[in-house]
């Protein structure tokens, strides 16, 4: 089993102009759970394929995701990221937008160490994720100045498919491409990953509120001051009285959590994630027994239950 972080600390980042590698080397060192690349190591190696083989592609997701960072936090203004300044705070945010451009060129240079037959098969799937992932960061946007009402639930399930599932199930079906997946398997490996990214958002939802500051890596209550339409907003809303809309639409985060609670968005929520956590697992039955299934029944079942 390949511990990929050793291979983040290799990627050489020692080059000039400093002012446009350091922010790249600084945001990579930040730590994170390196899901992305393991799945596709995982979806690799679950289709009879050698971790090795996917180490580039991995690694291609994990620059990819941390630029897609950059660029979030300069859009948010976001001054925290994984318990520590972000890099727009550290280094202004000049060098994170251009650090982040860079990063995804290097992500695309990482792809490019393939051969031109499976890279044929590889860019597809990439680029259209990297579409998606920007589609779902416009909705996003979009949603902060839409109307409470024009928002609906599946508008909202469809944006964290876009923003977060994507990237998940490109990466296990990447990794399938890689270890020789077939058509089936890797439709099956993009599935679980769509499920598993919906889950990992709706539990970010809830550690936004319920979460521990210390273990989440940023200040709690965030999405309420915001005033973010999130998973646990919208199934409050859904239930509220018109005089209980108009508290929900405050900044005051212990008010709001009482709400939610009162309203048993908490309840709906983990319900929500545990019923496709059940879908992936179930998506996963048809895989062959073996230690890469058994890593990623284990990562789902982790993921339905983090607190960072």
């Known amino acids: 089993m390949i511990d990929i972080r050793t291979y983040i600390d290799q990627l050489d980042w020692q080059r000039e102009p400093r002012g446009l590698y350091a922010p790249i080397e600084y945001a990579l060192a930040g730590g994170g759970k390196r899901l992305r690349p393991t799945l596709a190591l995982i979806g690799c190696a679950i289709c009879g394929g050698k971790e090795q083989d996917a180490v580039a592609a991995a690694l291609a997701l994990e620059v990819f995701h941390n630029f897609t960072l950059l660029h979030d936090d300069v859009m948010d203004h976001a001054s925290v990221r994984r318990g520590r300044p972000s890099v727009n705070k550290q280094f202004g945010q000049n060098?994170?937008?251009?650090?982040?451009?860079?990063?995804?060129?290097?992500?695309y240079k990482?792809?490019?160490?393939?051969?031109?037959?499976?890279?044929?098969?590889?860019?597809?799937v990439f680029n259209k994720m990297a579409s998606e992932v920007c589609e779902g960061q416009q909705y996003d946007m979009d949603f902060e100045t839409r109307a409470e009402e024009e928002v609906t639930m599946e508008d909202y399930m469809e944006m964290i498919r876009l923003k977060t599932?994507?990237?998940?199930?490109?990466?296990?079906?990447?990794?399938?491409?890689?270890?020789?997946?077939t058509d089936e398997q890797q439709r099956r490996l993009y599935e679980i990953g769509v499920r598993l990214g919906l889950a990992f958002q709706i539990q970010d939802d809830l550690l936004d509120v319920?979460?521990?500051?210390?273990?989440?890596?940023?200040?709690?209550?965030?999405d309420i001051r915001e005033g973010k339409k999130t998973f646990l907003y919208l199934a409050a809303r859904a239930k509220a009285t018109e005089e209980e809309k108009k508290m929900l639409r405050g900044k005051?985060?212990?008010?709001v959590t009482l709400l939610y609670n009162r309203l048993c968005a908490r309840e709906e929520a983990e319900q929500k994630i545990a019923e496709l956590t059940a879908q992936a697992l179930d998506l996963l039955a048809v895989f062959p027994e073996g230690e890469a299934k058994q890593r990623l029944e284990a990562l789902a079942k982790q993921l339905s239950d983090r607190q960072s």
């Open 252 to 255: 005051d985060v212990r008010e």
């Open 110 to 124: 990482l792809l490019h160490s393939y051969p031109s037959e499976q890279l044929a098969k590889l860019l597809p």
């Open 210 to 222: 319920y979460g521990d500051e210390r273990t989440f890596g940023k200040a709690i209550g965030g």
């Open 95 to 107: 060098a994170a937008i251009l650090s982040g451009d860079e990063m995804l060129i290097e992500a």
């Open 165 to 181: 599932s994507v990237l998940l199930a490109a990466a296990l079906q990447m990794g399938a491409i890689i270890g020789g997946g």
